[in-house]
């Protein structure tokens, strides 16, 4: 099993930045990578950033050049700049089944409001 924590979600103003943290504990063994979703109001979650522990980072298009997630054991990051209104959503911290086998984990996810 695997517990995910997420923090750092708020109200901020259009251009502002924002860092979100997920802390992973229990059977960290599992994890191989950690992923960072989005689900915006009446849309499903979509991944907006991912980084596996052997150093491979993938990011969505809409968020390239503005978002960085980073990696310190087994927390996770994700660095949120120039942030739009379209970036408001609850942010979900997620690990996939290593190597494809097994389940998943979520975390209970954060808020972030971005404002125009």
């Known amino acids: 099993q695997v517990y995910l924590v997420e923090s750092g979600g708020g109200l901020v103003q259009a251009g502002e930045s924002l860092t979100l943290s997920c802390a992973a504990s229990?059977?960290?063994?599992?994890?191989?990578?950690m992923e960072w979703y989005q689900r915006a109001p009446g849309k499903q979650r979509e991944m907006v950033a991912s980084i596996a522990f052997g150093g491979n980072i993938t990011y969505a298009d809409s968020v390239k050049g503005r978002f960085t997630i980073t990696r310190d054991k087994n927390t996770a990051f994700l660095q949120m700049s120039s942030l739009k209104p379209e970036d408001t959503g609850v942010y979900y911290c997620h690990v996939p089944p290593p190597l494809g086998v097994g389940r998943d984990y979520w975390g209970q996810g954060t808020q972030v409001t971005v404002s125009s």
């Open positions: 229990g059977n960290t063994l599992l994890i191989h990578a």
